[in-house]
């Protein structure tokens, strides 16, 4: 008699189970998607410009001298350690 209601209490749990993913399935929606809107970043124009520019601005700000000249110090110290005399001299190049 054990055996015969546990066979029917399985039986309505698999029916209730089935009968819970039907209305799941029914319940989802439709999902469409517009591929026209999808875009990578390669195809957006803007960017390359943008990046160009900042390239061209890098390349000219740390291609850039200081007018061609370059500064040489020259520090003497005597054998203790002592600073003897400083010597700056400007060389155009």
């Known amino acids: 008699?054990?055996?015969?209601?546990m066979k029917h209490s399985v039986k309505a749990?698999?029916?209730f189970?089935?009968?819970l993913l039907s209305f799941a399935a029914q319940a989802q929606d439709k999902v469409e998607i517009d591929t026209q809107?999808?875009?990578s970043w390669f195809e957006n124009n803007w960017i390359w410009v943008a990046g160009g520019v900042v390239l061209l601005?890098?390349?000219m700000l740390l291609g850039r001298?200081?007018?061609g000249q370059r500064k040489t110090?020259?520090?003497i110290k005597d054998p203790d350690g002592h600073v003897k005399s400083v010597t700056t001299t400007e060389e155009k190049i």
Not at 1 to 5: G, H, K, N, R, V
Request: net charge positive.
């Open 73 to 75: 110090t020259t520090v």
């Open 17 to 19: 189970v089935l009968m």
């Open 1 to 5: 008699m054990l055996q015969t209601a």
């Open 13 to 15: 749990l698999g029916a």
């Open 65 to 67: 001298r200081s007018g």
């Open 37 to 39: 809107e999808v875009k």
């Open 57 to 59: 601005l890098l390349v």
